[in-house]
């Protein structure tokens, strides 16, 4: 789960609001450094519905915008994404209490029977 | 061509070989920051073989100097006067193979690489604005609103971690190695050096040095961060972060493998016996050579048995 710079600027204007944004809304609430068209605001919003990281209602001939979960469901949903894929092997997150592979956890074992073994053998000579 | 040779040779003994020797190095209660430099180490100098070997054939060292020792002066001898037909054709085998392998692997990595950076660029952009980090650039502890015992870190310029505030449950000595274990990732530049191990394995899956390499790395790399926050923070406070943490985690992630992990880390986790065991000035160098050793030795037998065939033409 990720997104590009707009798309976290636009999600923090989402979620700061209270109540559904029209892409004009959301526009004037962007930083003022950010001199963005029109256009590109909503193809980021429509984008991010794709991602389903926003929902819409029609209003008119636009939508109104709004965020799909709060700020607190999402992280919690971030995380547990980050969990669920620690130790695959295409994921370069180190989590902490990380999740393994059958190939990792054999390794490990393996490298303590054979230390295991080797005391044994030391220990009856 | 002895040089590509020997070079080629090296690298079939690295790539083939090495695992059954590098396998040794980790033993619980020993440092495993020596096993990980080996392992490392052993894959860049495969890397390096492999590059080498082609860069020899097609730059020809000997042809550069006037003196030339023994071996190389008796081979270009021999050649000169037809006695090597099929020295060309060799040439010509080990230039395209250990080529393409470097070319696979350069567009691999390279391909993995960028990948990387744009998702973890992208997960960063994400986890500013769930933590309400307003400023630019990495760096530094994001912590994020949810009861969960978890942190992570990404790797990159501005290493970041990011954990979630249900550590703050925690006995503050458990919290601190939580975070020193995550800073010894981003310290240790592990996650560049899991992700190169990685793409090394997606790009030679058929060489047990890749093949092996990458689970070993992913687990030696958590072992030395686990060494590492317990020398900062003691071996109880890690145990007991490890602990509170898995049990805390989501009954679906933890498996078979997730229980056996965890049993050996804790395991690996068990103090030194002994001052001989623990992280001495003489590791890394030792862990280098411990991988470099039969590479070199087989490199200069090639050596041997081209100037001992070439004498007795």
């Known amino acids: 789960m990720g997104l590009g710079d707009l798309e976290s600027a636009i999600m923090d204007v989402l979620w700061q609001s209270d109540e559904p944004l029209r892409v004009r809304d959301v526009l004037a609430r962007l930083e003022p450094e950010r001199s963005l068209a029109y256009t590109t605001v909503m193809t980021v919003l429509d984008n991010l519905h794709t991602k389903d990281m926003v929902t819409r209602d029609r209003i008119g001939r636009g939508y109104s915008y709004r965020a799909t979960r709060s700020r607190e469901e999402t992280a919690a949903e971030l995380l547990r994404q980050v969990l669920r894929t620690s130790g695959d092997a295409e994921q370069v997150m180190l989590h902490f209490a990380s999740s393994a592979t059958e190939d990792e956890s054999r390794i490990l074992r393996r490298a303590a029977r054979r230390t295991t073994a080797r005391k044994r053998r030391e220990f009856r000579s | 061509m002895i040089v590509a040779t020997s070079l080629f040779v090296a690298a079939l003994v690295l790539g083939f070989a090495a695992p059954r020797w590098l396998s040794r190095l980790a033993v619980p209660g020993r440092d495993p920051r020596g096993a990980l430099t080996a392992w490392v180490a052993a894959q860049m ?15 020809k060292p000997g042809l550069h100097v006037d003196r030339l020792p023994l071996p190389a002066s008796c081979v270009r001898a021999a050649r000169d006067e037809g006695l090597l037909p099929w ?3 060799a040439e010509t085998v080990l230039w395209v193979v250990a080529g393409s392998v470097v070319v ?10 960028r990948r990387h950076r744009r998702d973890t660029a992208a997960h960063l952009n994400l986890i ?68 190169i191990s990685g793409a090394l394995s997606t790009a030679l899956p058929f060489v047990p040095l890749c093949r092996q390499g990458a689970p070993w790395i992913r687990v030696l790399v958590e072992l030395a961060a686990d060494r590492r926050a317990a020398h900062a923070c003691g071996h109880d406070a890690v145990r007991e972060a490890l602990l509170r943490c898995a049990h805390s985690s989501e009954p679906a992630a933890r498996g078979e493998p997730f229980e056996g992990f965890l049993d050996a880390r804790l395991h690996w986790l068990s103090p030194a016996r002994g001052p001989g065991r623990s992280l001495g000035a003489f590791t890394y160098p030792f862990a280098v050579t411990f991988s470099a050793f039969p590479a070199v030795v087989t490199g200069a037998s090639v050596i041997a048995i081209v100037t001992a065939s070439c004498l007795t033409v």
């Not at chain 2, 100098?45 to 730059?59: K, M, R, S």
């Not at chain 2, 696979?104 to 690489?113: E, K």
């Open chain 2, 87 to 89: 020295l060309p054709y």
């Open chain 2, 104 to 113: 696979r692997i350069f567009v691999v990595v390279s391909r993995s690489y």
């Open chain 2, 128 to 195: 500013r604005v769930l933590g309400g980090v307003r400023t630019r650039g990495g760096g530094g502890v994001i912590w994020l609103r949810d009861t969960a015992c978890a942190a992570y870190s990404i790797g990159g310029r501005n290493g970041t971690i990011i954990a979630a505030e249900g550590l703050k449950a925690l006995d503050p000595r458990a919290r601190r190695a939580v975070l020193d274990h995550e800073y010894a990732h981003i310290r240790g530049r592990h996650h560049v050096i899991v992700a």
């Open chain 2, 45 to 59: 100098l495969f890397v390096a073989a492999l590059v080498g070997g082609p860069l020899a054939v097609a730059t």
